[in-house]
T-cell receptor
Framework: KQEVTQIPAALSVPEGENLVLNCSFT??????LQWFRQDPGKGLTSLLL?????REQTSGRLNASLDKSSGRSTLYIAASQPGDSATYLC??????????FGTGTSLTVIP | DTAVSQTPKYLVTQMGNDKSIKCEQN?????MYWYKQDSKKFLKIMFS???????INETVPNRFSPKSPDKAHLNLHINSLELGDSAVYFC???????????????FGEGSRLTVL
């Protein structure tokens, strides 16, 4: 069974810093990996989707990479802003047609 | 326009009651899901429907019964509510495809259920 881990569980950085969030998964037999952000009391907002054949995806200040063979993905946030404060979750969609979610990294960007 | 909408957003009820949560998506997706998020923010799949057919039914009590009247709707009915049912329930949808074109997952805003 797929296990998805996100480290660290919480991260606090000063505004303007570049940062990296990590996601690891135990079974490389995946179709894609998706990064979400969740604001308190809100639903999950999709940030980036990386298909298994891709190495990275970019959207604005966000860049997500995928190394399927090593079971790792990173979400890079450039020039962080207080509005980036949220919980970030990754999810893998595996070849058994199931989604598996990590437990998230709670990010606080200090003005 | 909200892509995936759930109602109600908040639900407070007594133990033993029956309640329903409704979900609608206007994205033209053919696959819909119900997830439960516990107090530790862990998301657990409950049900998945593809073209109104149940395709995933995880180990949840049979007090939970999903109903999909059409591809755009997936409702969740809960009988005899218990304290442990308190959680946030999320509806999600996507276009079903396998392989390297597997579709992006979209979530609703969640329905916070509190059982007293």
């Amino acid at each position: 069974k797929q296990e998805v881990t996100q480290i660290p569980a919480a991260l606090s950085v000063p505004e303007g810093e570049n940062l990296v969030l990590n996601c690891s998964f135990t079974d490389s037999a995946i179709y894609n990996l998706q990064w979400f952000r969740q604001d308190p009391g809100k639903g999950l907002t999709s940030l980036l989707l990386i298909q298994s054949s891709q190495r990275e995806q970019t959207s604005g200040r966000l860049n997500a990479s995928l190394d399927k063979s090593s079971g790792r993905s990173t979400l890079y946030i450039a020039a962080s802003q207080p509005g980036d404060s949220a919980t970030y979750l990754c999810a893998v969609y595996d070849t058994g047609n199931q989604f598996y979610f990590g437990t998230g990294t709670s990010l606080t960007v200090i003005p | 326009d909200t892509a995936v909408s759930q109602t109600p957003k908040y639900l407070v009820t007594q133990m033993g009651n029956d309640k329903s949560i409704k979900c609608e998506q206007n994205l033209g997706h053919d696959t819909m899901y119900w997830y439960k998020q516990d107090s530790k923010k862990f998301l657990k799949i409950m049900f998945s429907y593809n073209n109104k057919e149940l395709i995933i039914n995880e180990t949840v009590p049979n007090r939970f019964s999903p109903k999909s009247p059409d591809k755009a709707h997936l409702n969740l009915h809960i009988n005899s509510l218990e304290l442990g049912d308190s959680a946030v329930y999320f509806c999600a949808s996507r276009h079903y495809s396998q392989g390297n074109s597997a579709g992006e997952l979209f979530f609703g805003e969640g329905s916070r259920l509190t059982v007293l």
